[in-house]
Nanobody, 120 residues
Framework: QVQLVESGGGLVQPGGSLRLSCTAS????????MHWYRQAPGKQREWVAT???????GYADSIKGRFTISRDNANNTAYLQMNSLKPEDTAVYYC??????????????WGQGTQVTVSS
């Protein structure tokens, strides 16, 4: 079993910053790629950012230059540093990861989400 837990969401004013965390736990041999998605009210879930096991990163155009994804392999944790936040960044942010378990299986897991609200 593998679990992903996100934290760090909250209410922030436009122009502010937040840092989200996503920690994987359980029967983990290796955490492979990690990803952030978000879903705004009434909209489909959209991809935000990816970081590979070798720290190669990718970003959606809508957040490029404002958000930074990073990871701490020792703690099976990914981060999303969000700067210059805009009201349109308001959404539930979800983490997912491809995890190789200790019995050799490849799992694809989602976290429960963390709410980010950007409002004055």
């Amino acid at each position: 079993q593998v679990q992903l837990v996100e934290s760090g969401g909250g209410l922030v004013q436009p122009g502010g910053s937040l840092r989200l965390s996503c920690t994987a736990s359980g029967s983990i041999l290796r955490v492979n790629s990690m990803h952030w998605y978000r879903q705004a009210p009434g909209k489909q879930r959209e991809w935000v950012a990816t970081i590979s096991s070798t720290a190669t990163t990718g970003y959606a155009d809508s957040i490029k230059g404002r958000f930074t994804i990073s990871r701490d392999n020792a703690n099976n944790t990914a981060y999303l540093q969000m700067n210059s936040l805009k009201p349109e960044d308001t959404a539930v942010y979800y983490c997912n990861a491809f995890v190789t378990t200790t019995n050799g299986a490849l799992n694809h897991n989602w976290g429960q989400g963390t709410q980010v609200t950007v409002s004055s």
